[in-house]
Nanobody, 129 residues
Framework: QVQLVESGGGSVQAGGSLRLSCQAS??????????MGWFRQAQGKEREGVAA???????RYADSVKGRFTISKDNAKNTLYLEMNSLKPEDTAMYYC?????????????????????WGQGTQVTVSS
């Protein structure tokens, strides 16, 4: 099993910044293998992939957040981060951390939720104009 716990969400004005964290643990978890990702789901919309990072530290982003969001990980702390800058009202959503233990998600054309088998409970981000 893998447990993922997100933190760091909150309310911020447009143009502001937040940093999300995701603490990973569990008997099946090997932090430096596979891929980790951040997803978000706005009310009434489908869940979308925001950013992902693989074993080697390579990253990929949704076009909507490129240049504003940065995904990173601290292997020693088993923690995944999402630094979010220049936030916009359209970034308002529940943000989820997810793990793909086998790493196959990296080869999908987009960051797809179906490729990730483990999920956290989410942390809410609200951006006001």
């Amino acid at each position: 099993q893998v447990q993922l716990v997100e933190s760091g969400g909150g309310s911020v004005q447009a143009g502001g910044s937040l940093r999300l964290s995701c603490q990973a643990s569990g008997s099946a978890y090997r932090y430096n293998s596979g891929c980790m990702g951040w997803f978000r789901q706005a009310q009434g919309k489908e869940r979308e992939g925001v950013a992902a990072i693989n074993t080697y530290g390579s990253t990929r982003y949704a076009d909507s957040v490129k240049g504003r969001f940065t995904i990173s990980k601290d292997n020693a702390k088993n923690t995944l981060y999402l630094e979010m800058n220049s936030l916009k009202p359209e970034d308002t959503a529940m943000y989820y951390c997810a793990a793909d233990l086998m790493g196959g998600s990296w080869y999908s054309p987009t960051i797809r939720s179906a490729d990730f088998g483990y999920w956290g409970q989410g942390t809410q981000v609200t951006v006001s104009s």
